[in-house]
Each structure stands twice: as C-alpha cells, then as structure tokens.
C-alpha cells in the first residue's frame, strides 16, 4: 500500500508532499507527475514517481495499485476537469484503491457559483463509483489574493465585486496538512470536510492591513461585475476566466465563502495561518 499523491508537482500538490515525508517513509509515497523532469527533486528525496497525463487515460492504467490511498488533487484546468478527474476515478476504480480522497470546494453539492460546477460532478462521479471517500472541500486560498499583490500596490487598490462579503481563507499549507492527515490517518472514509480559516475577513479589512503593513495607502475599491470583468480581461485573462473570477466575488458577497466550520483547524490540529502572517510573508517576497 502505497499513498498517491496526483498533481504532485503544482503548489499544493508540493506541500502535500512535505507534509508527508515528515511523518510517511520516502519509499511509501507515490506522486503522479505528467513531466518526469519537473518531478526529479521528488525523486531524489526517494519519493516514487508514476508518470501519467489525465488528458491520456490510458496513462492512468498504472499510477494506482490495490490498495493504494489516493489524493486525488483537482486538476487546474477549469472546464477539462470533469473529463479528466473522471478518467482518475475509472483507474482508481479499476485498480482497487482503498481511498480516493478529493480536493473539493467549500459548500460541495450546495455551492452556487460556477467555479463549483466541476467540483460537483466530480464528486458525484466519485459517489457513483461506489469507491472509499473522503470529500475535502476547500475553501479560498489567502494566496489567491497574496499573489497579485504588485498591481494591487502599484495602483493603491484592491478591486472587486465582492460587496462587504466575507472570506474564511487559509493558507496552502494549512489544506495541504489537512490532505495529509486525512489520507494517513484513520475514520476518514465516507466524511466531506467544510475546510475554511478560523476567521473570515472583508476585502475592505484586507485592504487596510495592507495599507497598515507597507505605510501606503490602499483602498478597497468595489465595482460592478461588468466593470470588474473588462478590467481582469485587461490584464490578460481569458474572458471566460474572468467571468469565473467576477461570479465567484457575487457568491463573496452572498457569504459562500465565509464559513467558519472548525473542520480545518480540528483536522490539523493548529489554528489555521491567519491573514496577516501570509500577508507579511507575501510582501516580503514582492
């Protein structure tokens, strides 16, 4: 028995990985790359290595073994992702895996907005295969906003249609313990974990913690969806993306993203990272 991690060398994927090899043995940790190369410094620390594509199912026929705890992690792919996260579940299936563990979306069936739609059909896939579960249905990443720090500074404003909405975000690191507990540990199989911070924050409140941590003064600025749009598609984002993004701020604003379950923190077994800590890290690295 192995765990398999899928998705292994993007960012979550990576500090799942760390996680584990804290507390698993190298040699029972198994990361799904699609690019061997990209993969070598998770082979050097002895992690093994199944090469497999999602676009390519037949690639999938031996990235899993009877037995194997799986996380499968959501690929990044917005609107491939049911196609592909279905050719995993078949190979899964196929090969008798124990756990099929899956990184959701905070809400699961009854989220409503359009970045949840994949999530869903994914899940309910998974509950049609009949296999061993265990749902992680994530809430917002703080680095989702962290990462765009520079026009956000350069231009004094963090600009949104999310309304005085609230956002319960955690870091990378605080999902990718609880992935780790999750498939390593037991009484998991058949749970859907609420994964969220302890806290949830307005932009408005982020906006003034910015200006508080760099001495520049940054202003949430709100606009309509319409607007919001034009302006991501400005900056280079493909129109339907952004029309992801700007639907995700409307579903901020009716509170979809401000659960505060517990589940995050209980799992992990820590508090999870708050604002400000990401927030002082992200701009030390700008």
């Known amino acids: 028995m192995s765990i398999v991690v899928t998705g292994a060398t993007g960012e979550l994927g990576r500090l799942v990985i760390d996680e584990l090899l804290a507390t698993v043995p190298a040699g029972e940790i198994v990361a ?25 199912p037949e690639t999938l026929a031996e990235a899993f073994r009877a037995g194997d ?15 592909q996260h279905s050719a995993i579940v078949e190979a899964a299936k196929a090969a008798g895996v124990a756990q099929l563990a899956y990184t959701g979306i905070l809400g699961g069936p009854d989220a409503d907005f359009l970045l949840a739609d994949e999530h869903k059909a994914t899940e309910q896939l998974i509950l049609d295969s009949g296999l061993p579960y265990t749902f992680l249905r994530n809430g917002w990443y703080t680095e989702n906003y962290t990462a765009n720090l520079a026009p956000v500074l350069e231009h004094g404003a963090v600009v949104a249609n999310a309304g005085e909405g609230r956002i319960a975000s955690a870091s990378r690191a605080d999902y990718a313990a609880a992935a780790a507990v999750v498939v390593t540990g037991e009484g998991h199989l058949g749970k859907a974990y609420e994964l969220s911070g302890d806290t949830a924050w307005s932009l408005a409140e982020y906006a003034a913690l910015l200006s508080e941590v760099t001495g520049k003064e940054i202003a949430y600025k709100e606009v309509p969806a319409a607007v919001h749009q034009e302006i991501l598609v400005g900056a280079g984002l493909p129109e339907g993306f952004a029309a992801i993004l700007t639907d995700v701020d409307e579903a901020i604003a009716r509170g979809r993203l401000a659960g ?19 927030v002082r890290a992200a701009l030390a690295a700008v």
């Open 32 to 56: 799904v790359v699609r690019n061997k190369e990209k993969a070598a410094a998770l082979a050097a620390r002895g992690v093994e290595l199944r090469i497999a594509d999602y676009d390519h």
């Open 69 to 83: 705890r799986v996380l499968l992690i959501s690929g990044s792919e917005v609107g491939k992702r049911v196609a």
């Open 260 to 278: 505060t379950s517990g589940d995050l923190a209980r799992l992990t077994g820590r508090p999870t990272t708050p604002l400000a800590t990401t």
